[in-house]
């Protein structure tokens, strides 16, 4: 069993996190610029759980996300530029500009998508990982959802029947201490969410979300078990996000004191950090020129592709020149 990432690997995973850090810097901008249509859901400060989380996983596994997602989608191996036409609705888009921010998805990829809707991904990989299991596959089902999410009745449902039916799926909870606007403190009695995990029976473990190696180790020990048809198993991984729910959120509830103590724990500092003396000062800054570059050449690109051609199915040709 590998649990651990190799230097190359953790070097990907620096390079990804800068990638979705500088998507997210560059929507925001976009979006006070007014150029985004509909609200944007950020997650400056969070990415290394869903870059590591989906570094571990193969091929051939799944990945369900959010509406949060961005950090998933790279970290499952989608180029980002295809993401950013996809957010811009343009036909050079991961799903040719229909999707939108929430809902991209590329199935080459094993992402099976985004979704608007909270908690629906937890059991559209439950599911997925039963069709493995009945088709006798060694993959393996992930989804990744928010501590909003893990207070739907849908998540407890899918976690009951995946440790009963021992599926293969790992749930990733990625704890950023809100649902919406409304501290976690207030929305369960519980501070660890993954205390429920042992009313299924199900093994548990909470990382440090913003150590991308720690989340890393601990996913790739759940994934390691349920690709041995020993069943599923949760992952709290406590982070933090700087920004608000969306782009329309007026904030007001997160202190200049909290932020900032969670922004001294950058994810991204923090790889830095711990691959400074393995890799060197001077290449690490490298690949952040580099990835800082791709990010604004795909803006550029993408802003500038076509919108997709939308034609009128024959049945309402007619009806639609009446208009």
Known sequence: MKNAPSIEEHVEMYRKMIVVRRLEEGLGRLHKEGKTRGPIHRCDGQEAVGVAAAAVLREGD???????????????????????????????GS????????????????????????????PAATGMALSMQVLGKKDVAMCIFGDGA???????????MAALWKLPVVFVLEHNQFGLTVPSSVQSSVADLSLRAQGYD??????DGNDAVAVYR????MVDRARQGRGPGLIEAKTYRWEGFSTSDMGGYQTPEEIAAWKARDPIRIAYEALKNE?????????ERRATSEVEEAFTRALADPFPAFTVPAPYAAYAGAQ
Do not use: W
Request: overall charge negative; charged content about 15%; aromatic content about 4%.
């Open 202 to 207: 199900m093994p548990a473990e909470i990382v």
């Open 150 to 160: 893990a207070q739907t009745g849908i998540c407890h449902e899918a976690m009951n």
């Open 95 to 122: 799903c040719g500009g229909r999707a939108g921010h929430m809902l991209i998805a590329d199935a080459a990829k094993g992402l099976i998508g985004g979704n608007a809707i909270v908690g629906a991904g937890i």
């Open 218 to 221: 601990a996913v790739a020990s």
């Open 279 to 287: 890799v060197g000062a001077a290449a690490l800054d490298e690949i």
């Open 62 to 92: 799944k990945l369900t996300s959010t509406h949060r997602g961005h950090a998933h989608y790279i970290g499952k191996g989608l180029d980002v530029y295809p993401v950013i036409a996809e957010i811009f609705g343009r036909a050079t």
